[in-house]
């Protein structure tokens, strides 16, 4: 009889089968932790009207989630808390700096209000559908909505520190992030249906395994 693997599960995706390792500290990992840790920071930025340092600051922060997901695959250090960790941190990341914004007056509460309503109904249908053994699955789509969103806040933190410099560059700086923000909750919306579509899916998988057995 073949011995179990020690460390690692494997999880058959759609494209191939994926080794998920149950290890914690990998690099991927603590960047993830580095990411979530800066969000308090960023919210004081962005607060203490340092538009310039916020918007550094977030473009360096969000870097990291481009970068520890590409770490994780070509180190082969995709694990277990990784794949939980990292959606968590998007969606902290997203509602930090919406609380801040929304506080400060930078960005349009009505959007912000639309974005924000996306992250918090994911993350309640994604502790619903964990309670049940169902973890879901990032989709590229949410990831580009993410992006989407990301870019909207840090065009209108742009626009509000360039509007020294006359009204052009913050009014386009503006329409940039109202396109970026139509995008980002059309995109983050319909992956909503696609995320719960998946985690029924699952559900009724393992129910029709558990019934089988």
């Known amino acids: 009889m073949r011995e179990p693997e020690s460390h690692t599960t494997r999880v058959e995706t759609t494209l191939q089968a994926e080794v998920v390792s149950t290890r914690v500290l990998t690099i991927p990992n603590v960047l993830t932790f580095v990411r979530i840790a800066a969000i308090p920071a960023l919210m004081w930025l962005i607060l203490a009207e340092r538009d310039l340092a916020a918007v550094l600051t977030f473009g360096l922060i969000a870097g990291t989630d481009f970068v520890d997901g590409r770490l994780a695959r070509r180190l082969d250090q995709v694990s277990a808390l990784g794949k939980m960790l990292d959606p968590v941190a998007d969606r902290a990341l997203l509602l930090g700096v919406a609380i801040a914004v929304t506080v400060r007056g930078t960005v349009p509460s009505p959007l912000v209000l639309v974005l924000a309503a996306r992250e918090i109904v994911v993350s309640v249908i994604a502790i619903y559908y964990k309670a049940k053994g169902v973890q879901l699955e990032v989709r590229y789509a949410g990831k580009w909505a993410a992006t989407f969103v990301m870019f ?24 940039a992030g109202w396109i970026c923000g139509v995008l980002g909750a059309v995109l983050g919306w319909y992956t909503v249906f696609v995320y719960v579509q998946d985690a029924r899916t699952a559900l009724e998988r393992i129910r029709g395994q558990a019934a089988g057995t």
């Open 152 to 175: 909207t806040f840090a065009l209108f933190l742009g626009a509000t520190w360039t509007e020294g410099l006359g009204e052009i560059v913050p009014l386009v700086l503006r329409g």
